[in-house]
Each structure stands twice: as C-alpha cells, then as structure tokens.
C-alpha cells in the first residue's frame, strides 16, 4: 500500500500520560498536515510541514502538543499530559510538492485516541 | 482565516432521488474546493473537487457548482443508492497557491432510503 500510514490506529490512555503518533506520508509528497477531528465534526487543520520545515501552526496545538518532521520523510505528533478533551481521530495527511494540480490532499487512516 | 459553513447537517432522501449540499466560505483568496466522503471509522476520501476557474464540474452522478461571487459551492448527487450514505464534507483552501492546508465544513450525514 503507498498511502498514508498511520500509526497506531487505536490508542487508549490515562489521563496525563504522554501519547506518540507516527505519519508515514506518501513517498514523493514533501507536505504534510495533521489534522484533529472529534465525533460529529469536519477535521480540524493543526499544523502543516513543507519538508522538515513547520510552516503553520493552528491555535488549536496547545503547548502540550507538539509535531516534528526531522528529515522530511515521517512526522510524529506527540500530546503530553492527555486530558479527556484530547479524545479525537488525528489524521494526517500528504500532498505533493507544490500542492500537486489541484492541492489535493492524502489522508492516512488515522490514529484514535481514547482518554480515560 | 477562512470559515466554511455547511447545510444541511442532515439529510434523507428515497432510492433514485437526488441530494444537495450547501457549502459557503469567507477567504476570497481560496481556489479549491474538494468534496469528500467519510464513512463510519474511515478516511476522508475524495469524491470530486473543483477549481475556482470553473463553475460546474460533473462525474457521472456527482456534481460540484461554485460560485465565487457569492463565495458558495453546492455537491449535488443524482439517482441517489443506498452506497451513497455517508457523512460528506465540503472544504476550502487555496490550493496549489499558497499552503494548501484545508479547512473543513461541519459535514452532512446524508441516509439513503432504500
């Protein structure tokens, strides 16, 4: 398969641990985003890369929450000390350089996480 | 930064009839406007998306309208099936011009009545 992956696809926590979520985007496409999206909404956009490069960030990514995309391939985003609102689907997503023809975006699976 | 908003949130129609959905956004500067398709615990998935240089895009029973002066875009699907239930999302970004990060109406659950 040479979509998105996403991993894991299903993770349940205690409230205040620390969770990891791992995007392995398609191959040729240097951008990424990650998305967040609770039960009965659109997704909401959280942060964009170009490369390793953190271009845009939403105001939604608390200082618990941070994302890296060190060598430009694979991107992790990381919530320190969960809490209960943090329960949601993180999707990630992948476009080609440029945007690609139309700025059509990629979506892996993504990853639910369960606070309890 | 831009604001998409979606009607209705619900929607049921019989077997056969069509379906329309409503979307407007507020960034004049957006040029793309993609449709996607999200069943129960799985990705987004696009169904047809237009370019702001054009006013009507058809895929067999899909079809997409936009109007950029009065900033709305409409999904229409003809001779609905049963397949077709689903949640659909309309977005607005602008596209290959500029980050291209989308921005997500709220969805409609759309029930097709066998």
């Known amino acids: 398969d040479t979509g998105v992956s996403q991993d894991p696809r299903h993770k349940i926590t205690k409230r205040g641990q620390n969770v990891t979520f791992r995007c392995d985007p398609i191959s040729e496409h240097n951008r990424l985003y990650w998305y967040r999206q609770t039960l009965g909404q659109g997704p909401e956009f959280l942060t964009y890369f170009q490369n390793e490069a953190q271009l845009e960030k939403s105001r939604l990514l608390s200082d618990r929450f941070s994302a890296e995309r060190p060598k430009g391939s694979f991107s992790t985003l990381e919530i320190q000390r969960t809490e209960q609102g943090d329960s949601a689907m993180y999707l990630c997503?992948?476009?080609?350089?440029?945007?690609?023809?139309?700025?059509?975006?990629?979506f892996g699976e993504g990853s639910r996480l369960t606070v309890l | 930064g831009e604001n998409v908003e979606q009607h209705p949130s619900t929607l049921s129609v019989q077997e056969g009839d069509s379906a329309v959905i409503k979307c407007t956004y507020s960034?004049?500067?957006?040029?793309?406007f993609p449709w996607y398709k999200q069943e129960l615990g799985k990705r987004p998935q696009l169904i047809i998306d237009i370019r702001s240089n054009v006013g009507e895009k058809k895929d067999q029973r899909i079809a997409v309208t936009l109007n950029k002066t009065a900033k709305h875009f409409s999904l229409h699907i003809t001779e609905t099936q049963p397949e077709d239930s689903a949640v659909y999302f309309c977005?607005?970004?602008?596209?290959?011009?500029?980050?291209?990060?989308?921005?997500f109406g709220t969805g409609t659950r759309l029930t097709v009545i066998p």
């Open positions: 997503a992948s476009s080609p350089p440029g945007g690609g023809a139309t700025g059509e975006l990629f």
């Open positions: 977005a607005a970004s602008r596209g290959a011009t500029g980050a291209n990060n989308l921005f």
């Open positions: 960034d004049s500067a957006s040029n793309y």
